[in-house]
Structure formats: C-alpha cells, structure tokens
C-alpha cells in the first residue's frame, strides 16, 4: 500500500512510471531513501495530493477521488503538474510514438499502414491542438485566479 511511510525507492523500483510522477511535480531525481512524507516536506508538495496522484499512476484501479482532502491551494501543485505533464506528451512522448511508427512503417504502403499513419497524425494535431489550449488560454487564467486577477480575462472556466 502506497502511504506517507513508503520508501520512495521501494515505489520506484516496484513502479518505474513514479518517476513520471515526481518528474511532473518537478521533483528532482536523488530521493535516495526518504519516505513519501519526507520527499513532500522537502520539495514543498501537498503530501494528500502527491499520493492521490502516485496512486492514479501506480494502482488506478483501487483509487477513490475524495475531493474534500483538496482545496484551492492544492491547484498551483496540480498546474505544475499539468504543465510538466504537457511539455512530457508534447516534446517527448507523442514525437517518440511518431518516430516509432514511422520507422515501422517506413517502407510499407499498404491501406492499413496508410490508416495508421493518418489516425496518429490526426490524434497527434488534436492532442497538440488540446494541449496548446490549456497552455496558452486556461493555465494563465487558473495562474491569475490564484493570483487573485482574473478581471483581464475573457475567459471564464466555468
């Protein structure tokens, strides 16, 4: 079970995706052995939070959402997450599926090769296309909520 008294190293070699996580929260890799608790005191996170989320990426199947352990302070923590989670898919993940596919592909031009080739083209636009929104439009308003300016905005996240 995935709590505040886990090793940080016994999570990352029973899960390696956790270290998405902490690369997303902008931990810095060196946890060496501290628990759960101690790299969230050091690192400044929201210890409900970062385990809320460790567990979506470790066990997704036997996590609950109790909202009522957040509050708004928790949301600069889920914008930098989110934020190091779109530069991840942008810059790392959707060029290397993209690269991937075309390498296998490369010399084949069959109907099928074809189709696959423009469905990832076509998910890879929107995902660019959905990620972009969020970066350039409903993160810099989420950043003036907190901030307490949201008056210059149009937008509404309502």
């Known amino acids: 079970m995935l709590n505040a008294k886990s090793k940080m190293f016994d999570i990352?070699?029973?899960n390696p995706r956790m270290l998405l996580v902490l690369e997303h929260f902008g931990v810095p890799f060196g946890f060496g052995n501290q628990t759960v608790h101690g790299l969230c005191?050091?690192?400044g996170l929201n210890e409900p939070l970062f385990l809320f989320i460790a567990r979506l990426y470790c066990c997704p199947e036997n996590t609950s959402i109790k909202t009522e352990q957040f509050d708004h302070t928790d949301a600069g923590q889920i914008l930098v997450f989110l934020e190091n989670s779109h530069s991840?898919?942008?810059?790392e993940k959707?060029?290397?599926?993209?690269?991937?596919?075309n390498r296998k592909l490369k010399d084949a031009s069959d109907k099928y090769s074809v189709l696959i080739s423009k469905f990832l083209q076509d998910y890879s636009s929107e995902v660019y296309d959905h990620i972009n929104?969020?970066?350039d439009i409903v993160?810099?308003?989420?950043?003036a909520l907190l901030n307490?300016?949201?008056?210059?905005?149009?937008?509404?996240?309502?």
């Open 12 to 14: 990352v070699s029973v």
């Open 41 to 43: 005191l050091a690192n």
């Open 88 to 91: 991840y898919f942008l810059y």
């Open 94 to 101: 959707i060029p290397g599926l993209q690269n991937l596919l």
């Open 133 to 135: 929104y969020e970066n």
């Open 139 to 143: 993160f810099p308003y989420i950043k």
């Open 148 to 158: 307490g300016h949201s008056e210059k905005y149009e937008y509404s996240i309502a």
